[in-house]
């Protein structure tokens, strides 16, 4: 489903070279639950948004199927991005001057063309993340929690092949962490959806297949035996 | 439920309702100088075509004495009386270029002295040789102006077509009114037959005397259409060499006067309101700068989510487009709105002929204010538009972070 060979991305801070991404190469299948532990500035999140087509590597290639992403054009990559890729980033990443409801229905509103059924619909979502009665709420009236469960609904709406997380349960409590890795389950074996999760929690590698550590750019295999 | 761009937009105006409405106001500013001054300045020139059409001469003779009078009446509408000998108008009949002749006898009426016009200013035109003013009756006429007939200026709110009044003897009945030209000499007055004046007698202590008696020889000015093939300005010069003691004014040049004298300052003023207009884009630019600066993480999400870069320059040129159109249909509603509240101290300050504008034109100068606001805000939102819409999706969620 995903194939990434060779990928690199440097980063220059004053006259050093950062290597934030280097020489990383995986292979993705449909269905799969991906983890990638690491520390903080190890990388994770850059490789995250070089596979989700947020920045550009500076050397690699990333081939979903047969699409190299990196040579569509930028109409094509927003509109891949839009129907294929969906974000779970580690920050509130909803629209403040938008309803709960609104943020999570955003998504659809830049494919007017695409069928409006494929998606899952947004209130069943919120009522999947717990939060059926905050609807028309705006984010300044919630919790970082209840945010970051908006934002987890949203990342479903457009029905997605891939979702990449960035440390998607980092502000929610035990119970919340363990009912929306149920919904990760739920939507990895039901809706075939694959994962992709940057994360210092361990606790969420029990439910993932595959497991990679990231050190300084380089990505390696972890055996979680 | 759907969703669109501009629901987004609309909900971001509202987010920071004070600085949209800063930025509203900068460009209401900036619509109501600018439709102000250009609806002023058709409206004088409006004014100034319609009354010199209106007048229908191509030359005015005056005593050389009474020029100054002359204009003064003529634009300003102050009543005001100067003769010359009625003879003239037969030697001008006579000079080359000249077309046609039609003299006319001014009077001022005294509500306390003779009538019960009040102060009025009256014309006694030669309904045989006019060519200047039975032409453009509003309400046509089926038969000539009798003696003891009148019309009146449009602005003339005392009588209604049917009515009467009294000028010393005589019971004179409005039967015509003139559409509105915007020159007081015009509009403010009653015309009628000089014939009419013949009989007229003020009745004093020492018996009645005939009010015209003295002025049954003469003519206060004289109205000369001239020969295409002859210039107005050259005609005027042919009068002023052959006949002594007349000054001939050429019309195009009491318009070109009044261009001239009130052009320059409102020419100004357009100027300071183009400098304001450029501040006004600048200022805009930076506020809208500053805006997506603050969202650029908001953008980035956007893209990561699926925008497309000409939605992210959609959206903010959405929100600038809106925001100056709020501020340039309140700025042109509040200049309109002055100018119609003190259009009588606007006419009194420039002291010229000013009448609201054709509809045509009005509408035009709404359509012209109306997409310079919008070019105000577009052009002001551009740069930063384009600038968020290059950026890359990762830089500009961490530029917000």
Known sequence: MLEIKGLHKNYKVGRDIIKAVDNVSFNVEKGDSIMIFGHSGSGKTTLLSIIGGLTKPDSGIIKYGDTELWSLTDNDLSGFRNRRINFIFQFSSLIPTLTVLENVILPTSFNKAADKHRGIDAKDLLFMVGLQDKLSAYPSQLSGGQQRRAAIARAFINNPEIILADEPTGDLDEETEAEMLALFRKMNVENGITFLIVTHNTDIASQCNKHFVMNRGILTPKDMG | ?401
């Not at chain 2, 004014?47 to 009446?73: C, H, I, Y």
């Not at chain 2, 038969?143 to 009044?165: D, H, N």
């Not at chain 2, 903010?316 to 809106?322: L, R």
């Not at chain 2, 100056?324 to 119609?340: A, D, E, M, N």
């Open chain 2, 1 to 401: 439920m759907s969703f669109s761009l501009s629901t987004l937009a609309y909900k971001n105006i509202r987010r920071k309702f004070f600085r949209s409405m800063a930025i509203s106001a900068a460009v209401m500013v900036v619509a109501a100088t600018l439709f102000s001054v250009t609806t002023v300045m058709d409206s004088v020139e409006t004014s100034l075509t319609r009354g010199t059409r209106r007048l229908g001469a191509d030359v005015m003779v005056v005593p050389a004495n009474s020029e100054s009078k002359a204009m003064a009446s003529l634009l300003a509408g102050e009543p005001s009386t100067f003769y010359m000998d009625r003879g003239i108008e037969e030697k001008i009949r006579k000079i080359q270029g000249v077309k046609k002749v039609a003299g006319q006898l001014y009077l001022k009426t005294s509500r306390y002295k003779c009538c019960d016009t009040g102060d009025m200013f009256i014309v006694g035109f030669e309904p045989e040789h006019d060519f200047t003013i039975a032409p453009w009756l509003a309400e046509g006429l089926k038969k000539p102006l009798a003696p003891k007939e009148a019309i009146m200026g449009r602005s003339v709110t005392a009588y209604i077509p049917g009515s009467s009044f009294q000028i010393y003897s005589e019971l004179i009945t409005v039967v015509g009114m003139l559409e509105a030209t915007g020159m007081p000499f015009i509009d403010n007055a009653l015309y009628l037959p000089i014939e009419s004046f013949r009989g007229m007698v003020e009745t004093t202590d020492n018996g009645t005397v005939n009010v015209f008696d003295k002025l049954n020889n003469e003519i206060s000015t004289i109205l000369v259409q001239t020969d295409t093939e002859f210039s107005p300005r050259r005609v005027a010069i042919f009068i002023e060499s052959q006949i002594d003691g007349v000054k001939a004014i050429v019309s195009e040049d009491v318009a070109a006067s009044v261009r001239r004298q009130l052009f320059t300052l409102l020419r100004s003023i357009l100027s300071i309101s183009v400098i304001l207009w450029i501040m006004s884009i600048l200022l805009i630019s930076v506020v809208f700068s500053m805006i997506v600066n603050e969202r650029q993480r908001e953008l980035g999400l956007l893209r990561a989510l699926g925008a497309k870069r000409t939605d992210i320059f959609r959206l903010i040129i959405s929100e600038a487009a809106v925001l100056s159109l709020v501020g340039g249909i309140i700025g042109i509603g509040i200049g309109g709105t002055f100018l119609y509240m003190f259009r009588e101290p606007i006419k009194a300050a420039l002291n010229v002929p000013y009448m609201w504008p054709r509809p045509v034109n009005l509408v035009l100068l709404v359509l012209i204010c109306l997409f310079l606001s919008f070019l105000t805000g577009t052009l002001a939102a551009l740069y930063p538009a384009v600038k968020s819409m290059r950026m890359e999706p990762y830089a500009a969620i961490r530029g917000g972070e």
